[in-house]
């Protein structure tokens, strides 16, 4: 958590100030659908997007500071998203469930250890049916920079049990660092 903390004292690579273009993508095929959780949602960028679409959002992360950014960018443009600072590997504790859960660059930075735990999770906040929405670098893109790489395999794996598999496609994670971005996995996976 000390290099999240460290990372947004300055302005880090993924805090591209609007919403990733797979997120907004997402939403205009109407595949995000009713109540929104942005898992590590960092400024809100996300949330607010789909907030500004007629989403009820909440977003987590465990930073602080990034939180009251979130909520003063949701309170200067009007938007009704909710922000709280909350260990995201207990999101069960929020004690409700969503429609859709989107994840812009968290999983990737999950340990194996971590994984598991974090998926376990995911079950308590989607009811049966909800989508689980990832966008993670792919082990695609070339090693020396950014975070660890994810393949499907992972992925597959990771989602085994009481999940459905949608679809696993290319995609671009937009960094302010890279004008042409990164190579991702986006994935869409249904609570069963």
């Given at each position: 958590m000390g290099f999240f903390h460290d990372a947004y004292s300055g302005s880090p690579p993924w805090d591209i100030g609007r919403a990733q273009r797979e997120i907004i993508r997402l939403e205009e095929s109407g595949e995000i659908t009713g109540s929104?959780?942005?898992?590590?949602?960092?400024k809100g960028d996300n949330a607010l997007?789909?907030?500004?679409?007629?989403?009820?959002?909440?977003?987590?992360?465990?930073?602080?500071?990034?939180?009251?950014?979130?909520?003063a960018r949701?309170?200067?443009?009007?938007?009704?998203?909710?922000?709280?600072?909350?260990?995201?590997l207990k999101v069960e504790e929020i004690g409700r469930t969503f429609d859709t859960v989107i994840d812009s660059g968290f999983f990737h930075t999950l340990s194996d250890q971590d994984r598991p735990l974090f998926v376990r999770n995911l079950l308590f906040v989607l009811g049966k049916g909800g989508r689980y929405?990832?966008?993670?670098?792919?082990?695609?893109?070339p090693a020396?920079?950014?975070p660890r790489r994810v393949t499907q395999e992972?992925?597959?794996?990771?989602?085994?049990?009481?999940?459905?598999?949608?679809?696993i496609r290319d995609a671009v994670f937009e960094s302010r660092t890279r004008p042409q971005g990164s190579r991702a996995w986006l994935s869409s996976i249904t609570r069963i």
């Open positions: 929104v959780l942005d898992v590590g949602c960092g997007f789909l907030a500004s679409r007629g989403h009820e959002v909440l977003g987590v992360d465990m930073v602080e500071g990034v939180i009251e950014i979130a909520r949701a309170a200067e443009r009007g938007l009704a998203a909710t922000f709280i600072v909350h260990d995201i929405f990832m966008l993670a670098f792919s082990d695609r893109e020396g920079y950014g992972e992925i597959r794996a990771s989602f085994s049990t009481g999940w459905r598999i949608d679809w």
